[in-house]
């Protein structure tokens, strides 16, 4: 794949994946999505406007600190015009992401602290097992592991994310 010149406008599906570094079957995800935008030409090929590399650096970004994609879509979808992210976007929605990041660094650390009495589950632990369910009471509460989601994330783990 070519690389474009500095001045293009539109990047091919494969450029924008050469130099964003995601596969193009990601990009394709992200459009079904709404994360991305492309048009298309006479010949029916996508063209991605160049600062959708910005904006897939951003969702990749968001991703890599485990901000769940529906999350993503909410806050690209309400930047006015669906322009890319600023500075000040990012400062607006990272602070607004830190309190789902604090949830999860929570569930991980009493997942951490619960597993050092747990060899997996085979069961050899079975007696002093902290995650141990006797007669699924914890069915009654939700779906998932319930010891392990924190009470937000365990209402969300009812609803599929994108």
């Not at 070519?2 to 001045?7: E, H, N, R």
């Amino acid at each position: 794949m070519t690389k474009p010149p500095p001045d293009a406008k539109e990047l091919t599906v494969g450029q924008l994946a050469a130099r964003s570094g995601v596969a193009v079957t990601a990009l394709h995800f992200y459009e079904e999505k709404g994360l991305i935008r492309s048009r298309r030409t006479a010949g029916n090929q996508r063209r991605y406007s160049r600062d959708t590399l910005r904006r897939v650096a951003f969702i990749r970004v968001a991703q890599r600190v485990g901000i769940p994609l529906r999350m993503v879509g909410e806050a690209l979808a309400g930047l006015p015009e669906e322009r890319t992210p600023n500075r000040e976007d990012w400062t607006r929605l990272s602070a607004s992401w830190r309190a789902e990041l604090d949830i999860r660094i929570e569930q991980l650390t009493r997942l951490r602290d619960k597993l050092s009495d747990c060899v997996g589950c085979g069961c050899l632990s079975i007696d002093r097992c902290v995650l141990r369910n006797p007669d699924d009471r914890l069915g009654d509460e939700g779906t998932g592991p319930r010891r392990l989601l924190s009470p937000r994330l365990a209402d969300e783990s009812r609803f599929p994310s994108l």
